[in-house]
């Protein structure tokens, strides 16, 4: 069973970048089977997608974040990592990530997340 | 970006009542929307996707249907673990989810 676990600092002063680690058990992040995510939910606020990896050279981001964020992976640790630059106390919040798989049926792919961690809390602050 | 709006944002509900959450998008999504179920100190548990395809071990007192951009998710007679907080999610242009709908015991 695949198991997903974030680490990472707690604090992140404004302006300066935060980079966080996904850690991936049961499975491996580089079968070309699944893509990989990252998440974040500010406080009382709906889920954010800020990105995704699939491979060690394709990845996809949110528009809203692109400029900023940077995912990446590191097959010899069996892990993926966020990096999201210039943040600001807009950027606190629970970070997730996630395991993302497709299934084919009417012909076509249909997204899904079926593995996520525990999430991590995120602050920035001075 | 494609808004997803749940209603209600909460919900009381006893054990055995049939309950139901929508979601509507704020432009057609066809059936590509996901339903998850989230528990406090748990991460997400995705129960259906493609609007109406249950996951595998997913209880059958559980429902998604619809297309374009209303959906609703159906739970037949609640049991007492499925008292969590329920979320959409669509999967036709980037990713955006729902609020999330809370549903506690009355």
């Known amino acids: 069973q695949v198991q997903l676990q974030e680490s990472g600092p707690g604090l992140v002063k404004p302006s300066q970048t935060l980079s966080l680690t996904c850690t991936v058990s049961?499975?491996?992040?580089?079968?070309?089977?699944?893509?990989w995510s990252w998440m974040r939910q500010p406080a009382g606020k709906p889920l954010e997608w800020l990105g995704r990896l699939y491979t060690t050279e394709n990845t996809n981001y949110n528009p809203s974040f692109e400029s900023r964020v940077t995912i990446s992976m590191d097959t010899s640790k069996n892990q993926f990592s966020l990096k999201l630059s210039f943040v600001t106390a807009a950027d606190t919040a629970v970070y997730y990530c996630a395991r993302e798989r497709y299934t084919v049926f009417d012909s076509r792919r249909w997204h899904y997340f079926d593995s996520w961690g525990q999430g991590t809390l995120v602050t920035v602050s001075s | 970006d494609i808004q997803m709006t749940q209603s209600p944002s909460s919900l009381s509900a006893s054990v055995g009542d049939r309950v139901t959450i929508s979601c509507r998008a704020s432009q057609t999504i066809s059936r590509y929307l996901n339903w998850y179920q989230w528990k406090p100190g748990k991460p997400p548990n995705l129960l259906i996707y493609a609007a109406a395809t249950l996951r595998t071990g997913v209880p059958s007192r559980f429902s998604g249907s619809g297309s374009g951009t209303d959906f609703t998710l159906t739970i037949s007679s609640l049991q007492p673990e499925d008292f969590a907080t329920y979320f959409c999610q669509q999967s036709y242009s980037s990713y955006t989810f729902g609020q999330g709908t809370k549903l506690e015991i009355k």
């Open positions: 049961g499975a491996s992040i580089i079968s070309g089977t699944y893509y």
